[in-house]
């Protein structure tokens, strides 16, 4: 059996500070935690000559067709599950942002730990998720070491996708086999080596801002209105109907009318209202601008 080393791994180590936390208060363990959480974004701030290039790559083969797909095994696949599985309520598009972890579905409610050590498993789920050139797949682990995930990310630069590597340690592994690499420095944890604490902090961070870019680049935005939300109910359906009041000057009347009449799309119902034309001439109008209001609101209908 391989030995795994440790040792060099920030996220693994001790920290001297936190070494009596066990006979602290609440309050003493809820200010020490609120300061170590305050270094992540700091973190994730000095990174950002590595993310955003990585997020550049990935947006420009999003805009030609592809999909971003996180891989990741304990905390890191939950949280990248998590991150796909608030895409197609917010921006209602399925299918362009996927979760993968190890061990499979199970794994996000039940520890499958053992199934991080399986290279050939990663490299197969990349095989069933039929990545292909226009993907990108974003590698997570905070150690940068797990089998499952290298074995991921190697497998989609085979295929031809962008492979992402995102550690929150230096010179890992991951970082090596990756086309772009991204290492998040958090240092110790609070608990030693419980890396669903600042790790996994920086985790969400940084996903949120792949998925949220790739979305506002896909035109799912206008402004900073979420204009693309799946109304699936009465708060929601309230929500669109205030984005299409403020965008159209439209009475609350008009709003929800037009809303019912485009089933609750608010960027056909802004089309709509905004330039005088049925629902069937705006929803023509957006398919000609590739889904993007602005553009939509600026061309003119061929009839």
Same mark, same amino acid.
């Given at each position: 059996m391989t030995t795994v080393n440790l040792d060099p791994l920030t996220t693994e180590a001790a920290d001297l500070r936190y070494s009596r936390i066990d006979t602290l208060g609440v309050a003493e363990l809820a200010t020490l935690m609120n300061e170590a959480d305050q270094t992540v974004p700091q973190a994730v701030h000095d990174a950002l000559g590595q993310i955003v290039p990585a997020i550049e790559a990935m947006t420009d083969r999003m805009l030609g067709g592809g999909r971003l797909i996180y891989v990741g095994a304990g905390t890191p696949g939950r949280i990248g599950v998590l991150d796909a599985s608030e895409i197609p309520p917010t921006f209602s598009t399925r299918d362009r942002v996927l979760g993968i972890i190890a061990g499979g579905p199970v794994a996000i409610? #039940?520890?499958?730990?053992?199934?991080?050590? &399986?290279?050939?498993? $990663?490299? @197969? *789920?990349? #095989?069933?998720?039929?990545?292909?050139?226009? &993907?990108?797949?974003? $590698?997570? @682990? *905070?150690?940068?070491?797990?089998?499952?995930?290298?074995?991921?990310?190697?497998?989609?630069?085979?295929l031809g996708a962008l492979g992402i590597g995102f550690s929150c340690n230096e010179k890992t592994p991951l970082s090596e086999i990756a086309e772009r690499a991204i290492e998040v420095i958090v240092g110790p944890e609070l608990i030693s080596g419980s890396t669903r604490l600042k790790a996994g902090t920086a985790q969400k961070l940084v996903l949120n801002m792949f998925s949220t870019i790739a979305m506002v680049r896909?035109?799912?935005?206008?402004?900073?209105?979420?204009?693309?939300?799946?109304?699936?109910?009465?708060?929601?359906?309230?929500?669109?109907?205030?984005?299409?009041?403020?965008?159209?000057?439209?009475?609350?009347?008009?709003?929800?009318?037009?809303?019912?009449?485009?089933?609750?799309?608010?960027?056909?119902?802004?089309?709509?209202?905004r330039r005088g034309l049925v629902v069937t001439d705006a929803r023509t109008a957006l398919d000609a601008a590739d889904g993007h209001l602005r553009a939509a609101l600026a061309t003119e209908v061929t009839r």
């Open positions: 409610v #039940d520890a499958v730990e053992g199934a991080e050590d &399986d290279a050939q498993g $990663g490299a @197969a *789920a990349i #095989d069933e998720a039929g990545v292909g050139p226009l &993907d990108s797949v974003v $590698g997570v @682990a *905070a150690s940068g070491r797990t089998p499952f995930v290298i074995g991921a990310v190697r497998r989609a630069r085979q896909l035109g799912k935005t206008y402004g900073n209105l979420m204009v693309e939300l799946r109304a699936s109910n009465e708060k929601l359906r309230e929500r669109a109907t205030r984005m299409v009041m403020q965008l159209t000057d439209a009475t609350y009347s008009a709003a929800r009318e037009t809303l019912e009449a485009a089933d609750y799309s608010v960027p056909v119902a802004v089309v709509s209202l």
